[in-house]
């Protein structure tokens, strides 16, 4: 069996660019680097080249979700959504969101703003900082992942007003959870994000939008669009079905609530 070549951070870079990520280029990346292959000096190097491709004027926002914790402190609770996100958190510049189990970090032009008042607004919700940063023309990549891991669909379901926005996943979990560190406060938690598990139909309507650029890195599909066209992509497909993006899992409280919501 033939080794998996070895991905460069110049590699990388070139990558980046034929997406059209470049000097000033704002958004969120989603990952999953297993699935690339080996990378030469791995996350660190990954990181590097997409700050490398941004400039100063350009902002990356990673998601530092940790779900179902029952205090948070941004500091040094881990996140829980790969080690590109843990690495970036921990960046010096870097800031990260209040919110108790949706936070996100951000490092670049605009960092402090976008992650302002997260604890105020539904995680995934409007005017949360996924939407903040679509309206500012930032993009959505997606580095060896689906879109079951894009967490802007959520922001498209907020417009789209599906009505089982305030079921959790979960009804045993408190609604209300402390923040720690140098900042002390109780958040209250509402209109939480839901399953994900059924959110690969969206790929097809971007692409259908010619929405979506693409290529392979290494072992791993690597995917680029605007944030708006996923928030545009997720309203359409729920004005033509409400339950497109509920899973069929019986056992999955957010789901199977929100099928008897809608009546089916």
Not at 3 to 26: D, N
Not at 89 to 105: C, D, I, Q, W, Y
Not at 163 to 174: A, G, K, T
Not at 205 to 220: K, N, T, Y
Request: charged residues 20%.
């Amino acid at each position: 069996m033939a080794l998996s070549k070895m991905i460069t951070k110049q590699s990388l870079i070139e990558a980046f660019h034929s997406l059209g990520i470049e000097s000033g280029t704002r958004l969120v990346v989603h990952s999953a680097l297993r699935n690339l292959g080996p990378v030469e000096g791995g996350a660190d190097t990954v990181l590097d080249a997409l700050l490398e491709c941004i400039g100063r004027s350009g902002l990356l926002v990673v998601p530092t979700f940790t779900y179902n914790n029952d205090v948070f402190d941004p500091e040094v609770t881990p996140s829980r959504t790969g080690i590109l996100t843990e690495i970036l958190r921990k960046r010096h510049g870097a800031v990260r969101s209040l919110h108790p189990t949706h936070s996100v970090a951000a490092i670049g032009e605009g960092a402090a703003t976008i992650c302002e008042g997260h604890h105020k607004v539904p995680a995934l919700g409007m005017n949360s900082p996924l939407d903040r940063l679509a309206k500012m023309g930032g993009g959505v990549l997606l580095l060896g992942m689906g879109h079951t891991s894009n967490s802007t669909v959520h922001v498209g379901e907020a417009y789209a007003r599906v009505p089982y926005l305030d079921i959790p996943m979960n009804p045993h979990r408190p609604s209300r959870i402390p923040v720690v560190g140098s900042v002390r406060l109780e958040v209250d938690l509402y209109d939480p994000p839901g399953c994900s598990r059924a959110f690969g139909v969206i790929e097809a309507s971007l692409r259908q939008r010619r929405a979506i650029r693409d290529r392979l890195v290494g072992q791993g599909l690597v995917q680029w669009m605007l944030g708006q066209e996923v928030i545009a992509s997720t309203m359409d497909l729920l004005h033509q079905d409400a339950a497109a993006l509920l899973c069929n899992d019986p056992g999955c409280y957010r789901c199977s609530r929100g099928r008897e919501r809608l009546g089916r």
